[in-house]
Every structure is written in structure tokens, then in C-alpha cells.
């Protein structure tokens, strides 16, 4: 928010009294950024705002510093170098853009910075996502994930005779669930995590699988 404070003329021993104006720059709605799909070479990104602005976004190594919002503008890391990995996208008030980061490697963890401006040039604040890009091949898996949309359990039931890596990330990337297991049904509990779209992401020696989680 800026402020700006009132100047007034007075007269000697005269008394008035300001007035201060509050503007609210651009911010993203509730949940949002938030990933929407991963692929092994783009990540789509579910962006709204409360105004009309532009959205700005980078895709940087795993584990690296925040660039600044202006930086994230440029398609710069933190030190100021470019990289080809960003973009920017129009935002229209109060309605959800689907765009994508594209040029990924696969099966590459990413830090994903995202960043808006309005028109006056006030910037959101950074955010950032973690994700994992998905392999090139992508070989069926013999596992079955039910039910889903989900309310309380999600079942794995595993016919690979493989041990299988399995993890749940939510829309904003972070991991919720990781586990490593041969056995032939796994169970999850889900009551714990509010309603929406999560990530379910099984891997063994053949490749790996990704599916859409909803929760009731």
C-alpha cells in the first residue's frame, strides 16, 4: 500500500486537517499462483489478480535464491543474469489465466518465481513453486488409484512386483506425501487436506505415472 498524505495552507495559529488516501496495488486472489499441469518439458501456471496487470515468471535451478520482482520483469536469477526459462502474460481482473513455463528439462526440480504488475507499476510480492518436471517416457505403470475424486482414502493397489516411489504434491508444489513401498495396496489418508486438485506422482525402473488427485 503507499499513502499519501494531504498538504493543507494554514494561516498563523490556524488548525485543518489532512487527509490520507490509500491506494492497493495489484495482488493475486486466494490460492493463486498455483501449478494447474507438469509435463516433462512445461509446467502450466493458474494465475489471477484482483486488477488488471501483467504477469511475470521464471523458471530457476532448484534450491536458488529469490530474484527480486523486477528481476523476475527481466527474466533474471538473483544476480542479475538472464535466462531464457521466463515469460509474461496479460491478467485480465478477477479471471484465471492458464499459461506455461515452457523449454524444461525433464525430470528437472525447478523453483518457478511469479510476480504481477498493474498499471501504475506497483509489483505483487515474489512467489515461488517448487516442482519436478516428469520424464520423456512415460511407460504405462500396472497401478490402480482409487477413488478419486477422493474423500477420506486413496488406494494404490501395486501389480508391477516392483517397489514403487510414491509422492503427493499440492498446487503450490509442495509435497505432502513420500513413500517407498513393494507392498501390493497402499492406502493414503486424505481427511487431513482441504478440498481441490493435488498431484499424484508413482515412479519405479519402468518409468512413471502422474494423476490428478481431486479432493472432495
Do not use: C, M
Not at 520483469?73 to 515452457?102: F, H, M, P, R, Y
Request: aromatic share 8%; glycine share 6%.
Amino acid at each position: 500500500k503507499i499513502y499519501y498524505l494531504g498538504r493543507t495552507s494554514l494561516q498563523q495559529g490556524e488548525v485543518k486537517n489532512t487527509s490520507i488516501t490509500t491506494l492497493s496495488g495489484i495482488l493475486f486472489a486466494s490460492t493463486y499462483p498455483k501449478i494447474n499441469e507438469v509435463t516433462s518439458n512445461q509446467i502450466k501456471l493458474a494465475l489471477k489478480t484482483t486488477i488488471a496487470g501483467t504477469a511475470y515468471f521464471v523458471a530457476l535451478p532448484y534450491n536458488s535464491p529469490s530474484p527480486t520482482a523486477t528481476q523476475v520483469a527481466a527474466k533474471q536469477d538473483a544476480s542479475g543474469t538472464s535466462t531464457t526459462l521466463g515469460s509474461s502474460d496479460i491478467l485480465t481482473a478477477n479471471t484465471e489465466l492458464i499459461t506455461a513455463v515452457t523449454g524444461l528439462n525433464p525430470q528437472t526440480l525447478y523453483d518457478i518465481y511469479v510476480t504481477a504488475k498493474d498499471a501504475e507499476g506497483l509489483f505483487t510480492e515474489v512467489y515461488k513453486l517448487e516442482i519436478e518436471t516428469i520424464t520423456n517416457t512415460r511407460e504405462k505403470i500396472a497401478v490402480n488409484v482409487f477413488p478419486n475424486p477422493v474423500v477420506n482414502l486413496i488406494t494404490i493397489e501395486n501389480n508391477t512386483n516392483t517397489i514403487l516411489n510414491i509422492r503427493i504434491i499440492d498446487i503450490l508444489g509442495r509435497e505432502l506425501y513420500s513413500e517407498s513401498s513393494v507392498a501390493h495396496r497402499n492406502e493414503i489418508d486424505a481427511r487431513p487436506w482441504r478440498s481441490g486438485l493435488y498431484f499424484l506422482e508413482i515412479k519405479n525402473l519402468n518409468g512413471i505415472k502422474l494423476v490428478k488427485l481431486f479432493k472432495d
